[in-house]
Protein backbone atom coordinates (compact mmCIF):
# COMPACT_ATOMS: atom_id res chain seq x y z
CA UNK A 1 0.00 0.00 0.00
CA UNK A 2 1.24 3.56 -1.00
CA UNK A 3 0.70 6.79 0.57
CA UNK A 4 2.66 10.12 -0.75
CA UNK A 5 2.47 13.59 -1.24
CA UNK A 6 1.76 14.40 -4.63
CA UNK A 7 3.02 18.06 -4.15
CA UNK A 8 6.46 17.51 -3.36
CA UNK A 9 7.67 16.83 -6.78
CA UNK A 10 7.17 19.13 -7.97
CA UNK A 11 7.49 22.23 -5.82
CA UNK A 12 11.00 23.99 -5.27
CA UNK A 13 13.19 22.29 -2.26
CA UNK A 14 14.94 26.23 -1.78
CA UNK A 15 13.43 29.07 -0.46
CA UNK A 16 16.47 31.37 0.66
CA UNK A 17 17.05 35.21 1.26
CA UNK A 18 18.31 35.40 -1.90
CA UNK A 19 18.34 32.66 -3.82
CA UNK A 20 18.27 29.42 -2.33
CA UNK A 21 18.01 25.45 -3.18
CA UNK A 22 17.95 23.40 -6.32
CA UNK A 23 16.10 25.54 -8.21
CA UNK A 24 18.28 28.08 -8.03
CA UNK A 25 20.80 25.57 -9.01
CA UNK A 26 18.72 24.51 -12.44
CA UNK A 27 18.03 28.08 -12.93
CA UNK A 28 21.86 28.98 -14.15
CA UNK A 29 22.60 25.82 -15.49
CA UNK A 30 19.46 26.06 -17.71
CA UNK A 31 21.09 29.92 -18.43
CA UNK A 32 23.75 28.67 -20.09
CA UNK A 33 26.57 29.14 -17.81
CA UNK A 34 30.13 28.15 -18.85
CA UNK A 35 31.55 26.65 -15.04
CA UNK A 36 31.48 22.60 -14.70
CA UNK A 37 28.23 21.41 -13.02
CA UNK A 38 29.03 21.37 -9.13
CA UNK A 39 30.68 18.01 -7.69
CA UNK A 40 28.26 15.25 -6.63
CA UNK A 41 26.66 16.21 -3.31
CA UNK A 42 27.37 20.53 -4.13
CA UNK A 43 25.37 23.19 -5.54
CA UNK A 44 25.89 26.36 -7.22
CA UNK A 45 24.34 29.75 -6.60
CA UNK A 46 25.14 32.82 -8.09
CA UNK A 47 28.36 31.43 -9.70
CA UNK A 48 29.91 30.39 -6.73
CA UNK A 49 29.57 26.66 -5.63
CA UNK A 50 28.99 25.08 -2.48
CA UNK A 51 30.29 21.75 -0.92
CA UNK A 52 28.48 21.05 2.05
CA UNK A 53 30.45 19.09 4.74
CA UNK A 54 30.00 16.05 5.87
CA UNK A 55 30.24 15.87 9.42
CA UNK A 56 29.46 19.23 11.61
CA UNK A 57 31.72 18.28 14.32
CA UNK A 58 34.07 20.68 15.88
CA UNK A 59 32.77 23.51 13.77
CA UNK A 60 32.82 27.39 14.08
CA UNK A 61 32.87 30.44 12.55
CA UNK A 62 32.65 34.32 13.15
CA UNK A 63 30.56 36.51 10.81
CA UNK A 64 27.11 38.20 9.90
CA UNK A 65 23.92 37.00 10.97
CA UNK A 66 20.42 37.55 9.25
CA UNK A 67 16.80 36.39 9.33
CA UNK A 68 14.10 35.68 7.26
CA UNK A 69 10.40 35.96 8.09
CA UNK A 70 7.12 36.61 6.84
CA UNK A 71 7.60 36.50 3.21
CA UNK A 72 8.98 33.32 2.96
CA UNK A 73 6.39 31.68 6.20
CA UNK A 74 4.80 28.41 4.48
CA UNK A 75 7.37 27.90 1.78
CA UNK A 76 9.66 24.88 1.03
CA UNK A 77 13.20 24.84 2.43
CA UNK A 78 16.05 23.06 1.25
CA UNK A 79 15.54 20.01 3.53
CA UNK A 80 12.15 19.44 1.78
CA UNK A 81 10.56 20.99 4.99
CA UNK A 82 8.09 23.93 4.96
CA UNK A 83 9.99 26.83 6.45
CA UNK A 84 7.73 28.52 9.94
CA UNK A 85 9.25 31.63 11.24
CA UNK A 86 8.16 31.20 14.61
CA UNK A 87 10.45 27.61 14.35
CA UNK A 88 14.04 27.51 15.76
CA UNK A 89 15.92 26.68 12.50
CA UNK A 90 18.25 28.80 10.52
CA UNK A 91 20.06 28.48 7.02
CA UNK A 92 23.71 27.81 6.73
CA UNK A 93 25.41 27.34 3.52
CA UNK A 94 27.57 24.45 4.18
CA UNK A 95 26.61 22.56 7.45
CA UNK A 96 24.75 19.32 6.80
CA UNK A 97 21.08 19.52 7.36
CA UNK A 98 19.65 19.03 10.82
CA UNK A 99 23.02 19.98 12.27
CA UNK A 100 22.04 22.00 15.57
CA UNK A 101 24.37 24.86 16.41
CA UNK A 102 24.72 27.59 18.75
CA UNK A 103 24.42 31.40 17.87
CA UNK A 104 26.40 33.83 20.42
CA UNK A 105 25.65 37.68 19.51
CA UNK A 106 28.93 39.21 19.80
CA UNK A 107 28.36 42.68 21.33
CA UNK A 108 25.85 41.34 24.28
CA UNK A 109 26.19 37.69 24.42
CA UNK A 110 22.98 36.70 23.87
CA UNK A 111 22.24 33.34 22.30
CA UNK A 112 20.11 31.09 20.76
CA UNK A 113 20.35 27.36 19.79
CA UNK A 114 18.95 26.79 16.01
CA UNK A 115 18.81 23.17 13.50
CA UNK A 116 20.01 23.57 10.31
CA UNK A 117 17.45 23.24 7.71
CA UNK A 118 17.65 25.28 4.76
CA UNK A 119 20.60 26.69 2.54
CA UNK A 120 21.82 30.26 2.58
CA UNK A 121 22.52 33.03 2.89
CA UNK A 122 23.90 34.13 0.01
CA UNK A 123 25.46 37.39 0.38
CA UNK A 124 29.09 37.97 1.68
CA UNK A 125 29.61 38.20 5.17
CA UNK A 126 26.83 36.64 5.94
CA UNK A 127 27.05 33.54 7.49
CA UNK A 128 23.48 32.37 9.09
CA UNK A 129 19.98 33.17 8.71
CA UNK A 130 17.65 33.05 11.23
CA UNK A 131 14.18 32.69 11.60
CA UNK A 132 11.86 35.52 12.95
CA UNK A 133 11.95 33.61 16.22
CA UNK A 134 15.09 33.33 16.68
CA UNK A 135 15.74 36.99 15.72
CA UNK A 136 13.27 38.58 17.71
CA UNK A 137 15.26 36.36 20.53
CA UNK A 138 18.28 37.98 19.79
CA UNK A 139 16.78 41.28 19.39
CA UNK A 140 17.89 42.32 16.02
CA UNK A 141 14.09 42.14 14.09
CA UNK A 142 15.46 46.22 13.80
CA UNK A 143 18.99 45.56 13.18
CA UNK A 144 18.36 43.36 10.76
CA UNK A 145 22.03 42.28 10.21
CA UNK A 146 24.41 41.08 13.71
CA UNK A 147 27.95 39.55 13.93
CA UNK A 148 27.44 36.44 15.77
CA UNK A 149 29.43 33.55 16.63
CA UNK A 150 28.21 29.62 15.14
CA UNK A 151 29.12 26.23 16.79
CA UNK A 152 28.10 23.44 15.97
CA UNK A 153 26.20 21.36 18.99
CA UNK A 154 25.47 18.26 17.32
CA UNK A 155 25.21 16.56 13.62
CA UNK A 156 21.86 15.43 12.53
CA UNK A 157 20.19 13.33 15.02
CA UNK A 158 19.18 9.55 14.94
CA UNK A 159 21.60 9.41 11.30
CA UNK A 160 23.19 5.61 12.19
CA UNK A 161 25.84 4.71 9.35
CA UNK A 162 24.50 2.73 6.41
CA UNK A 163 25.49 -1.36 6.75
CA UNK A 164 29.33 -1.42 5.24
CA UNK A 165 28.56 -2.57 1.55
CA UNK A 166 24.73 -1.96 1.41
CA UNK A 167 23.86 -1.54 -2.03
CA UNK A 168 20.30 0.62 -3.16
CA UNK A 169 17.54 1.27 -4.21
CA UNK A 170 17.17 2.42 -0.16
CA UNK A 171 13.98 3.60 1.77
CA UNK A 172 14.26 4.62 5.63
CA UNK A 173 12.09 2.14 8.09
CA UNK A 174 10.63 4.47 10.66
CA UNK A 175 8.18 1.08 12.22
CA UNK A 176 7.24 -1.90 12.30
CA UNK A 177 4.08 -3.11 13.42
CA UNK A 178 1.99 -6.32 14.44
CA UNK A 179 -1.51 -3.92 14.40
CA UNK A 180 -2.09 -3.32 10.67
CA UNK A 181 -4.33 -0.47 11.30
CA UNK A 182 -1.13 1.54 13.51
CA UNK A 183 1.30 0.89 10.35
CA UNK A 184 -1.14 2.75 8.21
CA UNK A 185 -2.12 5.15 10.31
CA UNK A 186 1.98 6.37 10.51
CA UNK A 187 1.76 6.11 6.80
CA UNK A 188 -1.19 8.15 6.28
CA UNK A 189 0.38 11.04 8.47
CA UNK A 190 3.87 10.79 6.67
CA UNK A 191 1.84 10.81 3.14
CA UNK A 192 1.43 14.14 3.67
CA UNK A 193 5.33 15.26 3.75
CA UNK A 194 6.55 12.86 1.79
CA UNK A 195 6.51 11.46 -1.92
CA UNK A 196 6.44 7.66 -1.47
CA UNK A 197 5.91 6.27 1.42
CA UNK A 198 4.71 2.28 1.68
CA UNK A 199 3.61 -0.61 4.08
CA UNK A 200 5.34 -3.68 3.35
CA UNK A 201 4.07 -6.58 5.08
CA UNK A 202 7.11 -8.80 6.59
CA UNK A 203 7.07 -12.42 7.81
CA UNK A 204 9.35 -12.82 11.14
CA UNK A 205 8.42 -16.42 11.61
CA UNK A 206 6.76 -15.86 14.51
CA UNK A 207 4.91 -13.29 13.39
CA UNK A 208 3.80 -10.77 10.09
CA UNK A 209 4.72 -7.44 11.04
CA UNK A 210 4.20 -4.32 8.42
CA UNK A 211 6.81 -2.17 8.21
CA UNK A 212 6.65 1.43 7.47
CA UNK A 213 8.86 2.57 4.94
CA UNK A 214 9.45 6.29 3.46
CA UNK A 215 11.18 7.41 0.20
CA UNK A 216 13.18 5.80 -2.54
CA UNK A 217 17.04 6.70 -2.86
CA UNK A 218 19.97 5.72 -5.02
CA UNK A 219 22.61 6.07 -2.37
CA UNK A 220 22.75 6.62 1.65
CA UNK A 221 24.19 10.32 0.88
CA UNK A 222 20.60 10.70 -1.36
CA UNK A 223 18.73 9.66 1.93
CA UNK A 224 20.26 12.00 4.38
CA UNK A 225 18.14 14.63 3.89
CA UNK A 226 15.04 12.60 5.16
CA UNK A 227 16.73 10.61 7.31
CA UNK A 228 17.24 13.71 9.22
CA UNK A 229 14.02 15.57 8.99
CA UNK A 230 12.20 11.84 10.68
CA UNK A 231 14.67 11.89 13.35
CA UNK A 232 13.26 15.50 13.88
CA UNK A 233 9.40 14.17 14.14
CA UNK A 234 11.02 11.83 16.78
CA UNK A 235 11.01 8.75 14.53
CA UNK A 236 13.49 6.46 14.77
CA UNK A 237 14.80 6.13 10.75
CA UNK A 238 16.49 3.07 9.50
CA UNK A 239 18.26 2.21 6.55
CA UNK A 240 17.20 -0.63 4.43
CA UNK A 241 17.49 -1.80 1.00
CA UNK A 242 13.98 -1.86 -1.30
CA UNK A 243 13.69 -4.84 -2.99
Keep these: MRWGSDSTA ?19 LLAGCAAAPPPPGGYRVKGQTYVPLARADG ?12 GFHGRRTSSGEIYDMHARTAAHKLLPLGTTVRVTRLDDGRQVTARINDRGPFVKGRVIDLSYALARELGMLREGVVRVRVEA ?25 AVAANAEDLARALGRSYAEVTVEPYDRGDAVLQRVWVG ?27 D
Excluded: K, N
Excluded at 59 to 70: D, K, N, R, V
Excluded at 157 to 176: E, I, N, Y
Design 10 to 28: SESPGTGAVHRGAAAVVIL
Design 59 to 70: FTETGLASWYGP
Design 153 to 177: LSGPRGMPAPPPGLMGPFAWQVGAF
Design 216 to 242: RYDSPDQAQRDGARLSDRGLQPILVRR
